[in-house]
């Protein structure tokens, strides 16, 4: 099992409230990503970091801001969530060389 | 830039026939290659990576994928499918470029009937 942590697992909020979605990993991997995906389709990456404070948007323009103040801890800030942010989220790290280790997701509902 | 590209949305295969999800890339120098499967409700678990040296590379759950660089493929297979293996399949491929990113296929969803 990769050691990198979403939390919650699922999320139902209400429209126009601030959520901030965890993302932590064990593994010392300056590399993170954040992918945003509906149920079943393709990934889309949103955003992503090259290690402490380092921060880029990804190919998918996101209303959703990212911190990067610890290698660890990446985590995901919605300002005023919306219906349209109701997806999941995956986070994602990964060593200089190798593949990518995911986290179990965050499944996100906006009311 | 880097791409890879999953030309199939959806593959049955009856349980215990050999299995093929197809791959193919467009890269720049030398592929890294990854397959990836994603359970429902769940995020992406690694299954194997071509990086250097042996074409045909064994993963995880008895899947294995074969790095074809004359017609730019990497497809993953299994000798004998099972009925758990149904689950969505990405291919990726990281980008050596300035953004160092892994890129996704758009993902191929498995079914293995019974």
């Known amino acids: 099992e990769a050691d990198i942590y979403q939390t919650p697992r699922y999320l139902v909020i209400g429209t126009g409230k601030k959520i901030t979605l965890e993302c932590s990993q064990t593994?010392?991997?300056?590399?993170m990503y954040w992918y945003q995906q509906d149920p079943g389709m393709e990934l889309h990456l949103i955003h992503y970091s090259y290690g402490v404070n380092s921060t880029e948007k990804g190919d998918l323009s996101s209303e959703s801001t990212v911190s990067r103040i610890r290698t660890e801890h990446f985590p995901l800030t919605l300002e005023s969530a919306r219906p349209s942010h109701t997806s999941q989220y995956l986070c994602?790290?990964?060593?200089?060389?190798?593949?990518?280790?995911f986290g179990q997701g965050t499944r996100l509902t906006v009311v | 830039a880097q791409s890879v590209a999953q030309p199939e949305d959806q593959v049955n295969v009856a349980e215990g026939n050999p299995l093929t999800v197809k791959c193919t890339y467009s890269?720049?120098?030398?592929?890294?290659l990854f397959w990836y499967v994603q359970y429902p409700n769940r995020g992406l678990q690694f299954l194997l990576k071509y990086i250097t040296g042996d074409n045909l590379v064994k993963g995880s759950y008895g899947f294995e994928a074969e790095f074809n660089k004359s017609q730019t493929s990497f497809h993953l297979k299994k000798p004998s499918a099972l009925v758990s293996d149904s689950a969505l399949y990405f291919c990726?491929?990281?980008?050596?470029?300035?953004?160092?990113?892994?890129?996704f296929g758009k993902g191929t969803r498995l079914h293995i009937l019974p």
């Open positions: 593994m010392g991997h300056d590399k």
């Open positions: 890269v720049s120098g030398n592929p890294y």
């Open positions: 994602a790290s990964r060593p200089d060389r190798g593949g990518a280790f």
């Open positions: 990726a491929v990281r980008d050596l470029g300035r953004d160092d990113k892994i890129i």
